[in-house]
């Protein structure tokens, strides 16, 4: 039997959408050097999903070439895969290109623009982002661009794009723009959707208004595992340890008849963080060595790495350290240590640190705030020399420190700061109101923690870095600009 394009076509498209990646490539390969077709617009939009996913096609880029060669790369569906493909391989850059040069965009277009700026972190322009498609009209036409018609509808934000964006309003505690999507998806009958709902219950929690999150899960319908591990994480973010575990309670209860409600790795890892927040810990490990035998989870490396950060929240560093010895040799450990390291640092146990950075260093060199909480644990001990030792293998091993930043949202508007930043139009009557409430504060008795900042800076030099930081700035602000009483919100890159 003859073998035509769209025979092709279908198997391909079959592979890809259950994500048999390789098969689909590789049958892709075979329809191009062996049977001699040229693939067209349905073949690419298929494939290049495909390409992505496939550890084992490693020339990702070179997919583009086949788009090129027929002439299709002025096609919607084409483009729209090909974004997509950049965006997951960190090229956000070619993303913005390929999708300005459109000559018309779907709602498919804008929402993988918009997921591709959240996959990079660029949560600001991914909001910026939505404004400017509702201000856009959907162009469909039925030419060899593939659109339908030359019909013009408005464009509107789906649960894909609410989805997507939700996160976005969490991570830059925008909370007034949390609440226009949330009226939108209300207005719209989106907030009904199983995914935006739970998208809701986590932008609230992480906007500080965990009161608003409880509500919107209790007015959810339908809940699956995801809303309720979410709410399960926004009790124990807010330190209400007592009422995680009543929820987790519940969980099990429902699941009891609902088997797709039952418990699942990610609840445990939420438990286990809101007892490391609520100083629970013998609620955590009760949980932990009983969660096989009763719930059929077998612990994995997240697991321990979430028992070891309880115990050394809680000042049990020793502990914590036989935990990490107890997990099985082929587990990936690395998270594990990181938890007992930043333990050490909290409670300046030297000995147990240098056990935990020196396996860090050597599963992952390249990550900075391993070296960082190290030199710190140092500095806090008064080990100038071991201090700076580390600070100089960090930059001989090129290892840069991921800048601290802030945000604040004020009057619709997202503020970013970063640390020692004065790029901002107010940034000089900030740093004087920091240096005046400083002044403040320590003739009320308060002495900054000076122990971090490294011995060869004068004490006054180093209470100036330390009011530099900035968390400290985006707070500033917020004091300044905000009517006395007002709740404010700021988010940060960083842990702090």
């Excluded at 575990?245 to 039952?262: A, Q």
């Excluded at 992952?364 to 705030?369: F, K, Q, Y």
């Amino acid at each position: 039997m003859e073998r035509k394009v769209p025979l092709w076509n279908a198997m391909i498209t079959v592979y890809a959408q259950n994500e048999y990646d390789k098969e689909a490539v590789d049958l892709f390969l075979e329809m191009y050097a062996v049977s001699g077709l040229n693939p067209n617009a349905t073949t690419m939009s298929s494939i290049v999903p495909a390409c992505v996913r496939c550890e084992a096609f490693s020339g990702k880029e070179s997919i583009h070439a086949f788009v090129i060669k027929p002439s299709l790369e002025k096609n919607r569906y084409v483009q729209n895969a090909l974004m997509d493909m950049y965006s997951r391989m960190g090229r956000t850059g070619i993303s913005e290109t390929i999708f300005n040069s459109m000559e018309g965009k779907d709602i498919v277009s804008w929402n993988t623009m918009i997921t591709g700026y959240v996959i990079s972190g660029r949560h600001d322009d991914a909001l910026n982002l939505l404004y400017e498609m509702q201000r856009v009209e959907e162009n469909k036409n039925t030419d060899s661009t593939g659109y339908d018609d030359e019909r013009r509808v408005p464009l509107k934000p789906n649960t894909i794009t609410l989805m997507t964006l939700l996160p976005s309003c969490a991570v830059l505690s925008a909370l007034a723009k949390g609440k226009e999507i949330h009226a939108y998806a209300t207005r719209h009958l989106l907030a009904l959707d199983l995914a935006v709902g739970s998208a809701l219950v986590d932008m609230y929690a992480k906007c500080g208004c965990l009161d608003l999150s409880r509500a919107t899960f209790d007015q959810m319908h339908l809940k699956n595992v995801i809303t309720w591990n979410v709410l399960i994480m926004a009790y124990g973010m807010h330190g209400r340890g007592e009422e995680a575990l009543e929820l987790f309670k519940n969980m099990v209860d429902e699941g009891r008849w609902n088997k797709e409600l039952r418990p699942n790795e990610v609840t445990f890892i939420a438990i286990f963080a809101a007892c490391s927040h609520s100083g629970m810990v013998d609620e955590g490990l009760n949980l932990f060595h009983t969660m096989k035998q009763q719930h059929g989870i077998e612990p994995a490396p997240d697991h321990y790495a979430c028992v070891v950060y309880l115990l050394g929240r809680a000042g049990s560093v020793k502990r914590a350290y036989e935990i990490v010895k107890t997990m099985p040799s082929k587990f990936d450990k690395a998270g594990a240590w990181s938890s007992l390291l930043g333990a050490c640092r909290l409670h300046q146990n030297v000995e147990i640190g240098e056990i935990a950075a020196h396996h860090l260093l050597q599963l992952e060199p390249d990550v900075a705030s391993h070296y960082v909480i190290l030199s710190n644990i140092y500095s806090s001990s008064g080990l100038w020399e071991k201090a700076m030792d580390i600070r100089r293998k960090m930059k001989e091993m090129g290892v840069r420190k991921e800048p601290g930043c802030s945000w604040i949202e004020f009057e619709d508007e997202v503020h970013k700061f970063l640390a020692g930043d004065m790029s901002h139009p107010q940034s000089e009557q900030l740093h004087e109101y920091l240096e005046t409430l400083s002044e403040r504060m320590k003739k009320e008795g308060y002495v900054p923690d000076t122990s971090c900042v490294l011995h060869n800076v004068d004490e006054d030099e180093k209470e100036t870095l330390l009011c530099g930081h900035s968390e400290k700035l985006a707070m500033a602000f917020g004091l300044l600009n905000t009517r006395p009483g007002t709740t404010i919100r700021v988010a940060k890159n960083l842990s702090l």
